[in-house]
């Protein structure tokens, strides 16, 4: 049936201790910036997955080095090849191919490493999320458990009518916490996963365009 009046979830909230609606009012926020950091992710994913498809057709259209358009990490990585091979001097030691070498995979590693820093923005707030958040509802529990004992006995009674608002109240603190975290552990595993498939494809690419730039050598 419908629940008691006052005891609706609504209810519970505005009634709650100051403590305890804020430690509610930071985990919604923490809830909402779950979802936040989901769609932004979610767009930013598929943005660079299709950028990165599209320059792996570039490359593959063609046996030579080609200069890529845009911003990706793989048109960067084939501008920066070309860029090498254009500024090799005339003729070629081992020592000058072995530093056009190292100077093409410094290049490429700065690339790459910046490439998976921006795909990785926000995986530090959904960890913070992911292990604080329980404890924090924890705390809301903990003190909203308090108020009940000492209803209990500023009223010296145990009259479940008097102490179980307060007890409900805290368990739904605990409950908004287990709500924030859980998304967010699921969702920082998920964006490590893609992060890894976009530096496994990014490395097939790559490695493609440094067997051209040993051609060119």
């Known amino acids: ?96 191919r072995a530093a056009a ?24 707030l959904l960890a913070s999320i992911g292990s604080v958040g329980p404890f924090i509802g924890l705390f809301g529990t903990v003190f909203g458990i308090m108020n009940s004992f000492l209803a209990i006995a500023e009223t010296k009674t145990t009259n479940l009518s008097i102490v179980a608002p307060g007890i409900a109240e805290a368990l739904l603190a605990t409950g908004i916490g287990l709500v924030a975290a859980i998304p967010a552990v699921l969702l920082y595993n998920a964006v490590l996963r893609r992060i890894a498939a976009f530096r496994h494809a990014l490395a097939d690419a790559r490695a493609e365009l440094i067997l051209r730039f040993s051609r060119e050598l």
């Open 101 to 124: 070498q190292a100077r093409l995979d410094l290049r490429l590693d700065r690339i790459e490493a910046g490439a998976v820093r921006q795909l990785r923005s926000g995986g530090g």
């Open 1 to 96: 049936g419908p629940p008691a009046p006052g005891t609706d979830l609504a209810s519970l909230v505005l009634k709650a201790h100051r403590v305890v609606q804020a430690v509610m009012a930071t985990l919604a926020l923490a809830v909402v910036a779950v979802l936040t950091v989901f769609l932004f992710k979610a767009v930013e994913f598929a943005i660079a997955f299709t950028r990165l498809r599209r320059a792996r057709a570039g490359i593959a259209a063609g046996p030579g080095l080609v200069s890529l358009p845009g911003d990706c990490p793989l048109a960067r990585t084939s501008r920066a090849v070309l860029d090498e091979v254009t500024n090799l001097p005339p003729v070629l030691t081992a020592d000058l």
